[in-house]
């Protein structure tokens, strides 16, 4: 009987998962750096199946070299979500070429005691800087689209996970290989391929599709102040309130399918912390929320007045994918758009589904 390495096994669902996010038409670019972490990882289950199955030592010569690039897959795929990768300059690039040099040199040189440690450090770091981007919330993805700020957000947390079980688990490894003579070093990392392609796997629900579940908000300020400052903070926060719903109402900037916090602060002449601290605290709701309000509401009357395809009110009012118009219209209404508009046309539920844009707190 021929046999099969379990990780063997591994590779075609990876390779069955990297065809299907190709192929799959979501409405926005492919993301690159995530596409190639599923080859490198279909790659790494074969190199595993070779050393622990056939016992062929070279492919366990090559396995610390890919091992230290994928983190860099994982941060630049993370960073996709939120529109921050597009056209940065070679320089910018550089840094994340370290750390596969410096696990060649460790190679060339033969220092193997330091391969193991090398690697766990690079996962940690790469995990770290990607939860440096998100730990303040959504809001704090400025150059992601507001439509998918929440979606965004999820996804990079989800890849610092990712990043941080897998150095835990080369550290049990490593473990296994000094006090154990790695006598289940081939069944833990046949274990870590089965978790990759399971985490894989849930990453692209994550990233392909926006899941109804709350976005991390910033809380408003718990210091006790005196009341003169409470007093300038109100005033401050009523006077951008007025100048972003002025943006709305009158100039209907929640159209623009690229709204960003960044560009939103520009057009306001507004910090962009300001914006949203200012709107988290009168609403209670994080930009993208306040912003995809305006957007529903519109999308609302459309739908009453017009008979146009929901696709197109969908792109006109400022959304871009399905999905999230779906998640947002279901969150302000209750229902999706068809519902919505069968409803209103049959004169059930006028005043119950009718929406309402979420205004400032008194």
């Given at each position: 009987m021929i046999f099969v390495p379990l990780s063997f096994v591994v590779t075609l669902p990876l390779l069955v998962l990297f065809v299907f996010m190709v192929r799959t038409n979501d409405e926005r670019p492919r993301n690159w750096p995530?596409?190639?972490?599923?080859?490198?990882?279909?790659?790494?289950?074969?190199?595993?199946g070779?050393?622990?199955g056939y016992h062929l030592q070279w492919a366990g010569l090559v396995t610390p070299l890919f091992a230290s690039i994928m983190p860099v897959f994982v941060?630049?795929?993370?960073?996709?979500?939120?529109?921050?990768?597009?056209?940065?300059?070679?320089?910018?690039?550089?840094?994340?070429?370290?750390?596969?040099?410096?696990?060649?040199?460790?190679?060339?040189?033969?220092?193997?005691?330091f391969i193991d440690g090398t690697i766990i450090l690079i996962f940690i770091i790469y995990a770290l800087l990607i939860l440096h981007r998100v730990w303040r919330g959504p809001d704090e993805l400025r150059l992601a689209s507001l439509e998918s700020a929440g979606s965004a957000h999820r996804a990079l947390l989800y890849s610092a996970f990712v990043l941080i079980f897998s150095a835990s688990l080369d550290t049990l490894i490593s473990i296994n290989a000094i006090f154990y003579d790695a006598q289940w070093m081939a069944l833990a990392a046949t274990m870590g391929s089965i978790s990759t392609l399971l985490f894989l796997s849930i990453a692209v629900a994550v990233a392909s599709r926006s899941r109804a579940s709350p976005d991390s908000l910033r809380g408003s300020d718990t210091a006790s102040q005196a009341d003169e400052n409470a007093s300038f903070q109100d005033e401050e926060d009523a006077k951008t309130m007025a100048a972003i719903e002025m943006l709305m109402t009158e100039k209907q900037i929640y159209r623009d399918l690229d709204l960003n916090l960044d560009r939103l602060a520009r057009k306001a002449v507004i910090p962009s912390r300001q914006i949203s601290a200012a709107i988290n605290r009168r609403t209670g709701m994080n930009v993208s929320q306040y912003v995809n309000d305006f957007r529903i509401a519109?999308?609302?009357?459309?739908?009453?007045?017009?008979?146009?395809p929901v696709t197109t009110i969908m792109l006109d009012v400022g959304f871009q994918t399905k999905s999230n118009f779906n998640r947002e219209f279901r969150r302000v209404t209750g229902m999706t758009p068809l519902q919505w508009?069968?409803?209103?046309?049959?004169?059930?539920?006028?005043?119950?589904?009718?929406?309402?844009?979420r205004t400032e707190k008194d």
């Open positions: 995530f596409l190639l972490l599923i080859l490198l990882a279909a790659f790494q289950s074969i190199l595993m070779l050393r622990f941060y630049r795929g993370a960073l996709h979500f939120t529109g921050s990768v597009q056209k940065q300059s070679l320089g910018a690039l550089m840094p994340h070429a370290l750390s596969p040099v410096i696990m060649l040199v460790l190679l060339v040189v033969r220092l193997p005691q519109e999308a609302c009357e459309r739908l009453l007045a017009d008979t146009v508009r069968k409803a209103q046309t049959e004169g059930s539920q006028t005043d119950e589904a009718s929406p309402s844009i």
